[in-house]
């Protein structure tokens, strides 16, 4: 639905705005607001700021229309504005347009003309609109990924790389933050999400130090992946580093923040997956050596980094590790011994 604020003192143009337009009032396409002079169009745009246009006329108590236009454009620079007045000289459309006026109609109002002009200042909006939010998207995306990567990203050779699907061998870690779901329930959403952002920085942190890649953030749990030359060392080494930063921290509204993490090594598929439909394809790897890591983050203790013997056989000559016992995981039809690294 399109808002449109007119400003006028003529209160018959309300009428006749109604009457005009009341096709595409019923089919909800335009929704229309009324003003009586600057000052109330000032409070209606407060009162309604997703309004898209304003047809204002000139001459108005209070506050006229030259000036409504002045102040719009300090505090609404997306919201344009149509002049429709009587004063249809060439000095006034001189002084509409130096002020920022985006069109001009003369009164008495031709309602065709003056419909095309609102759908052509419509386009106009949605036009501004798309080139601004396509220019945040990119900000955004240079905020996190390398220059390298975003020309890499708009060559050829990315179009075909990115549906390659391969075998990989590579170590899975899941970390979570124990019992963050309390702090949720008792403090503002601004106050977990930058608690929550915190943790995940510093812990992002430690996963690029060790060369690992951030696959994801789920709730208030991360997913690495680590890959190539002594992946499971490094993905150890950095789950040990991320458990000591965090509980090195001050608490936070009586919640002092700790970990469980779970990690495992082995064989996944690494590929693009999600829906072409919706635009939105996840590069991630899936497999069983995924969700044992995830099943062995659930049975860490708080504080706890745990393995399968699997990854103990691997690593426990570099670690101290400690054996915990066996235990049923989850689709699972033997036990599976755990074991969990100390330092």
């Given amino acids: 639905m399109i808002k449109i604020l007119i400003v006028d003192d003529e209160t018959d143009l309300e009428i006749l705005i109604r009457q005009k337009f009341r096709k595409k009032i019923r089919e909800q396409y335009y929704e229309f607001f009324f003003a009586v002079n600057g000052n109330d169009a000032l409070k209606k745009m407060q009162e309604y700021p997703d309004v898209e246009i ?20 300090e505090t609404n620079p997306l919201v344009k504005t149509v002049m429709v007045s009587a004063y249809g000289d060439m000095e006034n459309i001189r002084k509409a347009m130096n002020r920022g006026a985006f069109d001009f109609v003369t009164k008495p109002v031709d309602f065709e003309d003056l419909e095309l002009t609102m759908e052509k200042t ?7 609109r798309e080139t601004l939010k396509a220019i945040k998207e990119n900000n955004i995306l240079k905020m996190y990924v390398d220059e390298n990567v975003l020309n890499f990203m708009g060559s050829r050779e990315f179009e075909t790389s990115i549906m390659v699907n391969e075998t990989v061998e590579a170590t899975v870690a899941f970390i979570d933050i124990c019992s963050f779901t309390s702090i949720s329930e008792r403090e503002s959403p601004n106050k977990v999400v930058a608690l929550l952002n915190k943790y995940f ?4 942190k430690e996963i690029i130090a060790q060369q690992g890649i951030v696959d994801k953030f789920m709730g208030d749990c991360v997913m690495a992946v680590f890959k190539g030359s002594y992946h499971i ?6 789950c040990l580093a991320i458990r000591t930063t965090i ?6 509204s009586d919640f002092f923040p700790k970990v469980a993490i779970g990690i495992n090594s082995g064989e996944m598929i690494s590929g693009n997956i999600g829906s072409a439909t919706l635009r939105r394809l996840d ?4 497999g069983d050596t995924v ?25 426990k000559q570099s670690f101290n590790c400690k054996l915990i016992g066996p235990a049923v995981l989850k689709n699972k039809a033997e036990e599976v011994l755990l074991y969990e690294v100390l330092n």
């Fill in 122 to 128: 419509i386009q106009h909006v949605n036009l501004i």
């Fill in 54 to 73: 304003v047809l204002s006329d000139i001459n108005m108590p209070e506050m006229d229309g030259l000036t409504l236009l002045t102040k719009l454009n």
């Fill in 283 to 286: 590069y991630t790897v899936i």
């Fill in 201 to 204: 920085d510093l812990m992002v």
């Fill in 233 to 238: 060392d490094r993905a150890i080494d950095a």
């Fill in 291 to 315: 969700n044992i890591a995830q099943r062995l983050q659930r049975a860490a203790g708080v504080g706890q980094i745990v393995i399968s013997e699997a990854g103990y056989e691997k690593i």
């Fill in 247 to 252: 509980e090195e921290l001050e608490g936070e």
